[in-house]
């Protein structure tokens, strides 16, 4: 799976620890899935998508 994270939230001009905080989630963690490291659950999928004013369909992309 591929997304859009870090395009969106540098473009927003938040940075990984303020959309971490925002999420409820380590800054560690917002950078394991801007990296592809890590898929989030679908909960932490849609509070990423409110915090960076999209949706979850424009934030991750299925990549095979």
Partial sequence: MQNQIR???KQMKISQEELAVRCGVSRQTINAIENDK????LALAFKLSKNLETTVDQLFVFKE
């Avoid at 890590?38 to 659950?41: G, N």
């Fill in 38 to 41: 890590y898929d989030p659950t």
């Fill in 7 to 9: 395009d969106i939230r």
